[in-house]
Nanobody
Framework: QAQLVESGGGLVQAGGSLRLSCAAS????????MGWFRQAPGKEREFVAA????????YYTVSVKGRFTVSRDNAKNTVYLQMNNLTPEDTAVYYC????????????????????WGPGTQVTVAS
């Protein structure tokens, strides 16, 4: 059974950094674009970043552009989200998800375009 599991969350001071990992098991996701989403308390889940299946294309929501970097290692079946200069507004549960499609040209940012989801990892940024 295909699974995604996030790790690397935790408590960090404002201005600090965290690196999230999303490890896949049960099948390879090397031909799926991957996305990162987050959900803050009382808010809807929102798109954060995406990376194409080959790793050659990335896309970020405006609020994290320049601070977050998404990458992947298909040999390890793992996707990463490097988060720098964190602010309290970044506090949320972070989820990784796999695109429903394979070998897609371009990226998708909607929840409904993703078929597999991890359980999430909590990121808390203290001011």
């Amino acid at each position: 059974q295909a699974q995604l599991v996030e790790s690397g969350g935790g408590l960090v001071q404002a201005g600090g950094s965290l690196r999230l990992s999303c490890a896949a098991s049960g099948r390879t996701f090397s031909t799926n674009a991957m996305g990162w989403f987050r959900q803050a308390p009382g808010k809807e889940r929102e798109f954060v970043a995406a990376i194409g299946w080959s790793g050659g294309t990335t896309y970020y929501t405006v609020s994290v552009k320049g601070r977050f970097t998404v990458s992947r290692d298909n040999a390890k079946n793992t996707v990463y989200l490097q988060m720098n200069n964190l602010t309290p507004e970044d506090t949320a549960v972070y989820y990784c998800a796999a695109d429903r499609g394979t070998l897609r040209i371009g990226l998708v940012t909607n929840d409904s375009d993703h078929a597999y989801w991890g359980p999430g990892t909590q990121v808390t940024v203290a001011s």
